[in-house]
């Protein structure tokens, strides 16, 4: 998808830095344009250069990493010129108490707002102090949806009836663009002269967004539409559907689907949270619920998306996802007079542990600290133990916001409360 | 919201670096219960060398930045460890026609996902081609919505024309707590016992939300609840709603509202997008349109989340605002046989010139590059050309993507199209 | 909107009616080809006979009915054959304390679902020994939204522009059309190259569809096109929205926007529905609140669309428009430890005392059991007594199903819960 | 459900006419508590009378019908006291070219909406005009979803791997309440401690819900809960989702899903509809795609709610079953220069051809007239062709409705676009 409209310049004798910085100052040359003899280093540098002319920019701290460049600018970004810096901070100890993590760990976090950091790492405290997080998750599986164009319903159902009957097919072709794709549905839904087929995938350890579209594009170009004669229109339909929020992936889930939950008695809730149940119940009622009801909101929680945001941007995930994973439903119940129990719930939930930024010199580092580790043995562990790390500090940092609304609050609100009242009898 | 649950340790002889490393790595010490007077370069050093015993993980590369750790650690990121470093590329230039900016920028992406920088370029490059984007940002506002408990429809009414006709005290003390802020509007919504009032705030150069919370904080405690004695159960009852997908925000806006358009005729389709008129309008039809309408979405575009996230990264903006961003409607329509009228649409953009992560040293850096700097003069102004910087490259992003899936897909599935075919006659 | 396009047989001599039934049956002509200057009465009986002949089935029971056949056929229903008879049943007294009816009215429900009245019933029972149901109704307004074609944002802000600049004549000229329209809001929405304009009017006691979509048809034909040169692509865009569940109405409103609430103690909660406080808010809180965000619905609600049916069916209101009416939000909230505060709340209620199905036969009957007569002293007096009524009568079925949960299925359930079970330590 | 909470008076001396009128008007006793003896028409009657002296209304339209009121009262309305009258009108014929009609139908329409009739008929001479409406119905099955409590998420896990491994028994007892029922699916949902189960069932000629809901009853009473020890709170946890507008539905259909389309050329269009193909598909893309998306709708269509709703009241269906009906997409797609594909879609339209309000008088010819009539032989087929019918008269008075835009307004529209314009150089 590079752009290759404007050709190289002829290379015959080859040019200074000082002249390719002139050029791309000039506008002669594009970003993109440079000597393919370039070291990485020497583009980036180079690129920077003619942005400091021409902007009267000093770009020192977008040039200061420890990145190894032709990775990262082979990889993941092209054009490259440095990196941003954002901040990391440590929360935890958090306990987890999952299927494949059953004990402590320290979560980073990457993110510029105050407070958050804090206040998650107030949440694992309390958390601690009930004993953990239960959590769950679950291998949805990566989705993608190619979009086919028909006739008309008749052919529309011949369409569908040749795919249901060609299944061990369809999957021989995708699975064999990697060893790491299972085949898990076809799920298609169809109207007029279109026709979405939303394939999902086991990807293993990885987010699995680019396998999957290349399996998709295998099948589609080499055996669904030369066999059907029914054309593709896009490979992507949005019906799988990517980084849009959206009911499909709500009701069927998408990524990881993630459950974590604990049980806070009254003195967690007083100690560690400065809140106490009823309070807390009601603020779930009055905000999670019907706040987010009158909003017509795909999300039922308070701020699912902070931390996710944090978490995604230190490990390596793509942080575009992020708006998938704010949809999901936070609930607080009483629990006897003086305990709650509260949970979070989040359908659609893409990461990964390798692929995509995970191998960036960073982020390598946030996942080893949180010992996510792929093992080609059990393929899928690693990405599934970091789910729950996610499902965990979550609920962590919902628990503490949720507290803050009522202890702050609350709290002064109750204090000020004059005598004068507009309550009429009804 | 800073845990203070665990008292700091009695400080008498003060611990030297090896034995805080040893306390935090032994669990007996928490990660923000460092002693004050160490500077946060030495807390940061102190908290990597226990992360590094406990998970036999060098953390060589997370230490390696340039940031002012002094401000991050307060204004940002709390138990400050270092940075993730996130590539960042350039695309552009970008030609803009817009009311804060008529020119062109270069624009920097901070991404891991491999392509986008390219394409995204490419799309810039049909933009130049066709004469600049036009693109136009409204200031809609930031909001902050507290959440009432009345006793019922009767106190409900009440309430509601008591707001109402205090909205003159209601804007002095809510005004009086910034110099940035004017109260734009206060939208109410009730059901039950239960009062949303959506406060929408102009907050100049700020993504605002901060100030609007402490501006309505003190509107609830000092003004409405003693004068109503109607209870504030939360400063945000999620009918703001902040970085959740929701309808209100689709239909009042909030942050900014971008248009951003551009006329492509055929020769810019063919030479700088690989593709025509005609099929782009086709994926647009059964993607952007039927898909999102299949998967239940609310965003009926292809990835405006990914380059507001590679944006919002770069610039310093709250990522988890790119929930919001993802909502938005694209056109592609033709005009005459061969050409296309295409525009992206985006009615929920939280950003800011200032605040937030946007004076972090790289963060500085990529709004300079962008010519992004707040002038006291003209509040606003600053924001407002950042906003029409986002319309504008997440319009070159869209079209490049849109293009791809004609080009690469159409073109070859077209090629491939065998001569049986499931069509039947109807 | 009738179908010219077979011409009328020429009339030489007139035919009989058996020569009438014989064409019809034949097929040679269709059922509103019948000569004028037949009574509708007998047009009725020639179109039944050739149905009956066509399709040998008796049309005894349609063919029998006490309508005005003149009017109904003229004002209501063409090709007019018969009618539907719809059973009709009686609930009540139902006590409203509202501000357009404060006592007990016998409310008509045209149904053929067995039970609905019988539960209905008991609702208002219950509400009666709590001393009757608050309700307030607003009136929110009719609207319709025209949808116009500009060539972008720049025109389109013009073209808004226009719109706020010329609002005074806007206003004369859509009021010009009738005697009981005032227009309150036009409020725009607009991407690409589509603007809508939601009109939103008052129109009396009448629900106004009809009333409203002429004087927009006057106002875009006669004003707006010709002065701004922008086209209007369709009389109704949609963003109106007119019998589609829809969240732009959800939180506008349209027609009316209803609330009803009322407290029930112990007592009435046993001996009235034969439930308690606690089961009656569980119920609530998993079914009404998150089963419908399970589902991802607009109803928050057990069953609002089945008495709004009925009460719309038995006052000649449009059924359509139980589409709308079937958004809303149930609250039951526990009230001291045994009470509960039990509320409906519809954003999204047309309906009317005058026009549409309201001057039939057993519909005018129907109102007249209520006491919903207009008066054009006070218009629209009479469509807001409907509209309490409404609340109420809601309020009441809502109550009574959802007691029928707990008290028949948690109950039942309650006792032949065994000892065995799946409840693992966590 | 009756409520039985006032016990009847004890019978003594049997009361006269008179005096039972006189009690009922006195509020000494309530209009359920005549006695039993009485037959229904003298309980109507009696009814009636003394509403006329409270009320002061003569009801004698309402009187006046022709249906067997034992029947009636039982089965469909209690407190029965007469009926209400809706104007039918006869539309087509209707060229459908289904699986379970390949022919020609006269369709009996239930409305008070002047022009409905009208307009519908004219789409079928278009139809008619063009070889008819290709429709498919199939039987996506009705739903029922019982809500459960656990304790959280390892309880739900254990109690979903219950469900899962005792299939066969839930498939034999939910079977064994009626010949008629044939389980589908129990899909699941679970968050926190909530799970929903949503069984789906074929059932027949049948619209289902009763009979779904009585299999749900017994499979949670007698065998889910005594076996798991988990709690049912509700037999619906609105996950069904029943008369509610809701993406779960749209996702996964409900009742029937149906397809319907047709090619019109441009004489058709002209003939038939005063339209031709541009001007159609453009009111298409602005209203029914771009204005419903501005609205948030589920509704991606003009009108389905109209002539469903008059459908549904003519032939005995459940009218409130309408809201869901009116979700569902229209698609009108240019075809060569002239012509038009032009489709309806709607996933969950429930219905039946017994049970319900079929049996009812007038109900029971218009279903007669459609040649609907259950065989014993092949269930579910008449239900079927039902459906096809609705698809076919959607798509009808879709047409129509949407032609009526274009030629109507478009065209007024354009002759008096005035030289004036707000077009400015973009």
């Known amino acids: 998808m590079t752009d290759t409209t404007s050709p190289v310049a002829p290379a015959a004798p080859p040019l200074t830095r000082a002249e390719l910085v002139r050029s791309l100052a000039a506008g002669e040359r594009r970003f993109h344009e440079l000597p393919k003899d370039l070291s990485p280093e020497e583009a980036a540098a180079i690129r920077r250069q003619a942005l400091e002319q021409m902007t009267r920019t000093p770009l020192k701290n977008i040039a ?3 990145l190894d460049v032709h990775r990262a600018s082979k990889r993941n970004c092209e054009n490259f010129i440095g990196v941003a810096q954002i901040p990391m901070g440590i929360a935890g100890p958090l306990r987890v108490r999952g299927k494949h993590l059953d004990g402590e ?8 707002e105050a407070a958050l950091v804090a206040s998650t790492n107030r949440g694992c405290s309390a958390i601690r102090a009930a004993g953990g997080a239960v959590v769950r998750a679950e291998d949805v599986g990566m989705t993608r949806a190619p979009v086919f164009r028909t006739s008309g319903i008749v ?4 369409f569908l009836q040749w795919i249901k009957d060609n299944e061990d097919e369809i999957r021989a072709i995708t699975e064999g663009t990697s060893n790491h794709l299972h085949l898990l549905e076809v799920r298609p839904y169809a109207f007029g002269s279109t026709v979405f087929l939303r394939f999902r995938f086991d990807s293993g350890d990885a987010m699995g967004m680019n396998m999957v579209t290349i399996a998709c594009d295998r099948a589609v170009n080499e055996l669904i539409e030369p066999a059907t004669g029914v054309a593709c229109v896009g490979l992507s339909g949005n019906y799988c559907v990517d980084k849009k929020p959206a009911a499909i992936n709500f009701q069927e889930g998408r990524g990881k689907r993630i459950y974590a939950e604990v049980i806070l008695d009254a003195g967690t809730l007083h100690h560690n949270l400065k809140t106490n149940a009823r309070d807390l ?4 009622y009055r905000k999670n619920l019907l706040g987010s009801i ?6 039922f929680n308070a701020h699912y998306a902070n931390v996710l945001a944090a978490l995604f941007i230190a490990t390596g995930q793509d942080p575009a996802h992020v708006v998938e994973g704010s949809m999901g439903v936070t609930c607080i119940e009483a629990r006897g007079p003086d305990s709650v129990f509260a949970s979070v719930f989040m359908p659609d939930v893409p990461l990964g542990a390798i692929g995509g930024g995970t191998a960036l010199d960073t982020q390598r580092e946030a996942l080893a600290l949180l010992g996510v580790a792929p093992d080609p043995e059990r393929p899928g562990d690693a990405a599934l133990r970091l789910a729950e790390i996610a499902g965990a500090i979550v609920l962590a940092s919902e628990l503490s916001l949720m507290a803050a609304f009522t202890s702050q609050d609350l709290a002064r609100a109750h204090e000020k409360l004059g005598r004068q009242s507009l309550t009429l009898p009804t």
């Open 281 to 284: 119940v009601e603020v779930q």
């Open 155 to 158: 052919q529309t159902q011949a």
């Open 105 to 112: 760990v320290y979560v980073p976090l990457a993110t510029t």
């Open 64 to 66: 200061h990493h420890s």
């Open 294 to 299: 009158a909003a017509g909101s795909l999300g």
